[in-house]
């Protein structure tokens, strides 16, 4: 198959008048389009740009389905929707809950086959428990809880949970870290009060993420860093953000990306069962969420996920901080593939990466969607 006339975002340079040229589910080659072997199977994108698939790895739901239904039909409706938005692989995110609850929705995706018609799930994103009562967001105060070395080594058996959000500050928590090191599975400090000197020392374990950044976390004072000035002025940890201007204002976003680039800043949704459904109420984790204009929050007015879709947060962060499409793109693609062990495979239009890939026009609308050499989205007038 070749993909041509497009303009082909390569980690490099935006490569026009070339040819994208995939067999099975690798891309093998791009070449300039003079050069290119006649293929029969060909995708014009003529007036497209051409990008790697989107990967979100912050993201509980959408389209009435939420990782924590524990059922393969959630987490193939979830790629069904994900991949309508230009997300070609994802790391389906529990809530705090009772350890059976989270039990049950790893375990669901550990035995979920891929879907042919939607995004890959790439792993599961442990969001809590062990998180700070003082921080709690959107997670149920009464299932927060220490590090417990029986349930995480439940979760470390799975062999598919690939990160855990946590408060460093806890009880035994760099414990906890230098096991799941030693195992490949990343962390993101999340939900935490964590000083400015604890963050350090969590990185000097191994974090390298921060969860939700701004949110869910102790704030900024210019003589007491907090977490937030621990996350924005360390190079080793990358921020996730919720671009939906909401969570966080734009100018906020923006202050982000300039404190660590985009090579450093990880763009997420943390979308809910409602994203793509109507104003109204819905159930997160076992608890009621109320959506009114977009925006979902529990019943004490906290914010509660969002209804945000990726090629919407990639639109806003473009605008908010002043991105081209080629400038942001990294941020959604490339840095989470290095964040999450997945570059040279995952995030890039490369030779001997997946062809996971997107077809977009100049407003960052999906045109097509294709996921290892399979289009499983296609917009009616590509």
């Known amino acids: 198959m070749q993909i041509v006339n497009g303009s082909i975002i390569t980690p490099d340079a935006v490569l026009t008048d070339h040819t994208l040229v995939i067999e099975g589910r690798t891309i093998q080659a791009i070449v300039p389009s003079e050069s290119a072997p006649a293929d029969p199977l060909v995708i014009d994108a003529r007036g497209l740009w051409i990008a790697p698939g989107f990967i979100d790895v912050h993201v509980h739901g959408s389209d009435n389905h939420d990782t924590m239904d524990a ?6 409706g979830m790629g069904r929707f994900f991949a309508r ?3 070609t692989g994802y790391f389906p995110t529990t809530m705090s809950a009772p350890a059976e609850a989270i039990a049950r929705a790893i375990e ?12 890959q799930h790439l792993g599961v994103h442990v969001e809590g428990p062990y998180l700070s009562k003082d921080f709690p967001g959107a997670q149920p105060p ?14 470390f058996e799975s062999g598919v949970v690939k990160l855990i959000t946590i408060a460093p500050e806890l009880h035994d928590a760099l414990g906890l870290i230098d096991e799941g090191i030693n195992r490949r599975i990343e962390f993101a400090i999340g939900h935490s009060g964590a000083s400015y000197e604890q963050v350090l020392k969590a990185a ?5 993420q921060a969860t939700h950044t701004f949110n869910g976390m102790l704030g900024l004072h210019h003589r007491n860093p907090g977490t937030l000035g621990g996350v924005l002025t ?34 997420i949704t943390d979308a809910i069962r409602a994203t793509g459904l109507p104003d109204g109420d819905y159930d997160l984790g076992g608890q ?16 509660a996920g969002s209804t945000a879709t990726l090629d919407g947060v990639l639109r806003n962060v473009m605008h908010f901080a002043g991105l081209t499409l080629p400038e942001a793109i990294p941020m959604a693609t490339s840095v989470p593939a290095k964040a999450m062990h997945l570059a040279g495979k995952k995030g890039a239009l490369q030779p001997g990466a997946d062809a996971d890939l997107v077809l977009l026009d100049d407003d960052v609308q999906v045109h097509l969607t294709m996921v290892g050499g399979r289009v499983v989205y ?3 007038n590509p």
């Open 71 to 76: 059922t393969p039909e959630a987490i193939h």
């Open 85 to 87: 938005h230009g997300v």
């Open 108 to 119: 669901n995706v550990a035995a979920c086959p891929q879907p042919e018609d939607g995004a």
């Open 142 to 155: 009464d299932v927060l809880r220490l590090p417990d070395p029986g349930e995480y080594a439940q979760w």
């Open 204 to 208: 000097d374990h191994g974090v390298r």
């Open 234 to 267: 360390d190079d080793r940890i990358y921020a996730q953000i919720i671009g939906d201007g909401i969570h966080t204002h734009p100018a906020m976003v923006k202050l982000l990306v300039r404190a660590k680039g985009t090579g450093r800043t990880i763009l």
């Open 288 to 303: 009621p969420v109320t959506v009114r204009d977009g925006v979902c929050r529990i019943a004490n007015g906290s914010l």
């Open 378 to 380: 296609q917009a009616d």
